[in-house]
């Protein structure tokens, strides 16, 4: 039995040091869960594919650790592909396992295969957004794949692989020997840094600019450099700009942080930018949203502006703008060079007391604009009221997870994120439904902090089933369920662009309609908070948190428009000419 696939695919695992697997059962695939009974791995089940590979996603983005999925066949790996995309998009390393047809079935269309054009290419359905997907044709290949499946999703730019198990395969012999082996190769890569001169040039630059710029992205998380970062912005006194992954890589505390750029951005953040000499881009794709579309009336103007760009993928740099200087390395390698170099080359650093105290007096300024949202007691409540009281009652170190709509665009642009990799956003591939599952997964990989996701009704209306596996396993995570009735942000461009609403709001009989929210925590046997006021929010948030136990809370809220000052190029295509953006559809 021990010298099975399955039994010694687990104890590779063990050995690899994997603490969790998220999944759903198959018949392709038992055979693992059934090696994973006496196993110190924990499996977690859930209802749906896409909240496993949710699920995982959170869990690899807080614990800084590749995730493992576990997936069946046919509608089980199809389900999944959702998540493993918003994964792939956001560069996560995680290896998905999936079991698939018989090998002797080859050709002959058995149960549950995808074979419309081709026998036995499962695997191909992930090619277009993993970073490799293999077949094991045979069992004494099993071991060389895993050990490269694991390298390549943990290393370059990380990102999720395929494993594609045919069920036979799981419950053949392997010669124990060639798992064995594997152990002897490495399992930490050493990085690509920068050499001296190219930091010397950096440094020299950055310091004769006349207006530089730090534009800073999710990369520089994927790398764990986010103390070098802070490092080298607080001895150089430049400003640091960010895109939307890029959200809490430098304290929002720290008054050299201007915020988040493009469309969600405001007039003051991309005025900013515009104005640069020079920018430093760390782990960044210059995503299109973070861009203004690329169009430089409104972020960035380059290459009026000189760009530097530090990536760990060569097919990123230069892709969006043309740079003067580019290099390919890890990020926290890179950064601990430039930062040794610095204090060479200034050894005093530099001190920028008019601008820090321009970027607070725009803070106040902005802040004070908002006030009277965050303070208005109407019900059903402002957005901005909610992300106020939210903030209020978090800890610093909390982690934050949000779906999209108000509860992403809102919260980077409005909501201060204090430790670095805290909050978790779906970013490339934008995924609703992403917020809900990626909270349990951030809980089992940090048990000690506070997490609490931030959804809208339509995102957490997308997988509800998250909660049997919250309950199931007493995942404490604290759901917002920010419930506008609507798809609220598209609601809001088509209102602004068509004058309609046609498959955007939520009603029954012409009135606005909502599922009782609370109703279904209590139904999985999960705590559900119904929220009747304001004033009623902040204490019960208090209370769901000190619990320790999941809890939903459903509180109504206006859909009312996040601002924006920036552009996105689909608005043109709507209403040519006209800069109009959203509408609100109170």
Same mark, same amino acid.
């Given at each position: 039995?021990?010298?099975?696939?399955?039994?010694?695919?687990?104890?590779?695992?063990?050995?690899?040091?994997?603490?969790?697997?998220?999944?759903?059962?198959?018949?392709?695939?038992?055979?693992?869960?059934?090696?994973?009974?006496?196993?110190?791995?924990?499996?977690?089940?859930?209802?749906?594919?896409?909240?496993?590979?949710?699920?995982?996603?959170?869990?690899?983005?807080?614990?800084?650790?590749?995730?493992?999925?576990?997936?069946?066949?046919?509608?089980?790996?199809?389900?999944?592909?959702?998540?493993?995309?918003?994964?792939?998009?956001?560069?996560?390393?995680?290896?998905?396992?999936?079991?698939?047809?018989?090998?002797?079935?080859?050709?002959?269309?058995?149960?549950?295969?995808?074979?419309?054009? %081709?026998?036995?290419? @499962?695997?191909?359905?992930?090619?277009?957004? !993993?970073?490799?997907?293999?077949?094991?044709?045979?069992?004494?290949?099993?071991?060389?794949?895993?050990?490269?499946?694991?390298?390549?999703?943990?290393?370059?730019?990380?990102?999720?692989?395929?494993?594609?198990?045919?069920?036979?395969?799981?419950?053949?012999?392997?010669?124990? %020997?060639?798992?064995?082996?594997?152990?002897?190769?490495?399992?930490?890569?050493?990085?690509?840094?920068?050499?001296?001169?190219?930091?010397?040039?950096?440094?020299?630059?950055?310091?004769?600019?006349?207006?530089?710029?730090?534009?800073?992205?999710?990369?520089?998380?994927?790398?764990?450099?986010?103390?070098?970062?802070?490092?080298?912005?607080?001895?150089?006194?430049?400003?640091?700009?960010?895109?939307?992954?890029?959200?809490?890589?430098?304290?929002?505390?720290?008054?050299?942080?201007?915020?988040?750029?493009?469309?969600?951005?405001?007039?003051?953040?991309?005025?900013?930018?515009?104005?640069?000499?020079?920018?430093?881009?760390?782990?960044?794709?210059?995503?299109?949203?973070?861009?203004?579309?690329?169009?430089?009336?409104?972020?960035?103007?380059?290459?009026?502006?000189?760009?530097?760009?530090?990536?760990?993928?060569?097919?990123?740099?230069?892709?969006?703008?043309?740079?003067?200087?580019?290099?390919?390395?890890?990020?926290?390698?890179?950064?601990?060079?430039?930062?040794?170099?610095?204090?060479?080359?200034?050894?005093?650093?530099?001190?920028?007391?008019?601008?820090?105290?321009?970027?607070?007096?725009?803070? %106040?300024?902005?802040?004070?604009?908002?006030? @009277?949202?965050?303070?208005?007691?109407?019900?059903?409540?402002?957005?901005?009221?909610?992300?106020?009281?939210?903030?209020?009652?978090?800890?610093?170190?909390?982690?934050?997870?949000?779906?999209?709509?108000?509860?992403?665009?809102?919260?980077?642009?409005?909501?201060?994120?204090?430790?670095?990799?805290?909050?978790?956003?779906?970013?490339?591939?934008?995924?609703?439904?992403?917020?809900?599952?990626?909270?349990?997964?951030?809980?089992?990989?940090?048990?000690?902090?506070?997490?609490?996701?931030?959804?809208?009704?339509?995102?957490?209306?997308?997988?509800?089933?998250?909660?049997?596996?919250? %309950?199931?396993?007493?995942?404490?995570? !604290?759901?917002?369920?920010?419930?506008?009735?609507?798809?609220?942000?598209?609601?809001?461009?088509?209102?602004?662009?068509?004058?309609?609403?046609?498959?955007?709001?939520?009603?029954?009989?012409?009135?606005?309609?909502?599922?009782?929210?609370?109703?279904?925590?209590?139904?999985?046997?999960?705590?559900?908070?119904?929220?009747?006021?304001?004033? @009623?929010?902040?204490?019960?948030?208090?209370?769901?948190?000190?619990?320790?136990?999941?809890?939903?809370?459903?509180?109504?809220?206006?859909?009312?428009?996040?601002?924006?000052?920036?552009?996105?190029?689909?608005?043109?295509?709507?209403?040519?000419?006209?800069?109009?953006?959203?509408?609100?559809?109170?």
């Amino acid at each position: 039995m021990s010298n099975l696939v399955s039994h010694q695919l687990v104890k590779y695992l063990e050995d690899r040091g994997v603490e969790h697997i998220f999944g759903l059962c198959g018949h392709t695939n038992i055979a693992v869960l059934t090696a994973l009974e006496e196993s110190e791995i924990k499996f977690v089940n859930t209802r749906h594919e896409q909240i496993a590979a949710h699920i995982a996603d959170g869990y690899a983005r807080a614990k800084k650790e590749t995730s493992v999925v576990l997936s069946h066949l046919g509608p089980g790996l199809t389900n999944a592909a959702t998540g493993v995309a918003n994964a792939a998009l956001d560069s996560i390393p995680m290896v998905v396992i999936a079991g698939d047809i018989p090998s002797h079935y080859y050709g002959k269309h058995p149960h549950q295969e995808i074979n419309m054009h %081709a026998d036995a290419s @499962q695997y191909e359905v992930y090619k277009p957004f !993993v970073k490799r997907a293999w077949r094991v044709d045979r069992p004494d290949l099993f071991p060389e794949i895993l050990e490269k499946a694991f390298q390549l999703a943990e290393n370059g730019n990380p990102g999720p692989v395929l494993i594609s198990v045919p069920m036979d395969i799981f419950s053949k012999e392997c010669d124990p %020997a060639l798992f064995e082996k594997q152990k002897h190769n490495t399992k930490s890569l050493q990085k690509p840094s920068m050499d001296e001169a190219t930091a010397k040039q950096i440094i020299q630059t950055l310091v004769e600019a006349k207006n530089p710029l730090f534009y800073v992205g999710g990369g520089v998380i994927l790398a764990d450099a986010a103390e070098e970062l802070k490092e080298l912005v607080d001895h150089l006194d430049i400003p640091v700009a960010h895109s939307l992954m890029g959200k809490g890589v430098v304290s929002d505390e720290n008054p050299l942080v201007l915020g988040m750029t493009g469309f969600w951005g405001t007039e003051f953040i991309n005025k900013k930018v515009k104005s640069s000499d020079y920018i430093l881009a760390l782990g960044t794709r210059f995503a299109e949203a973070d861009n203004s579309s690329w169009e430089d009336e409104y972020t960035f103007t380059v290459p009026e502006t000189k760009l530097m760009q530090i990536d760990i993928d060569p097919t990123e740099i230069g892709r969006n703008y043309p740079v003067e200087l580019g290099v390919v390395a890890d990020l926290k390698q890179a950064l601990t060079v430039l930062n040794r170099v610095a204090k060479e080359l200034v050894p005093n650093g530099l001190q920028n007391e008019g601008l820090k105290e321009e970027i607070l007096a725009n803070r %106040a300024e902005f802040r004070e604009s908002n006030r @009277q949202f965050f303070e208005d007691n109407c019900f059903p409540m402002q957005p901005q009221r909610i992300l106020e009281d939210v903030r209020q009652v978090l800890p610093k170190d909390a982690f934050i997870t949000t779906d999209v709509g108000w509860n992403k665009n809102g919260v980077s642009q409005q909501f201060p994120v204090y430790t670095p990799g805290s909050i978790l956003t779906p970013g490339g591939y934008a995924t609703m439904g992403f917020g809900a599952p990626a909270a349990l997964g951030a809980k089992i990989a940090q048990p000690e902090k506070v997490v609490i996701s931030l959804v809208g009704d339509g995102g957490f209306g997308q997988n509800p089933a998250v909660l049997a596996t919250a %309950a199931e396993e007493n995942i404490p995570v !604290v759901w917002v369920i920010m419930n506008n009735f609507a798809f609220g942000t598209i609601a809001g461009l088509q209102k602004a662009h068509y004058g309609t609403t046609l498959g955007t709001l939520f009603h029954k009989d012409g009135e606005a309609y909502s599922p009782d929210f609370a109703a279904i925590a209590q139904a999985y046997g999960v705590e559900g908070i119904k929220i009747e006021s304001a004033e @009623q929010f902040k204490p019960a948030l208090e209370k769901a948190i000190k619990a320790n136990k999941p809890v939903v809370i459903d509180v109504a809220m206006l859909n009312n428009p996040v601002p924006t000052a920036g552009h996105w190029n689909i608005m043109d295509i709507y209403s040519p000419g006209k800069k109009v953006h959203h509408a609100s559809t109170n």
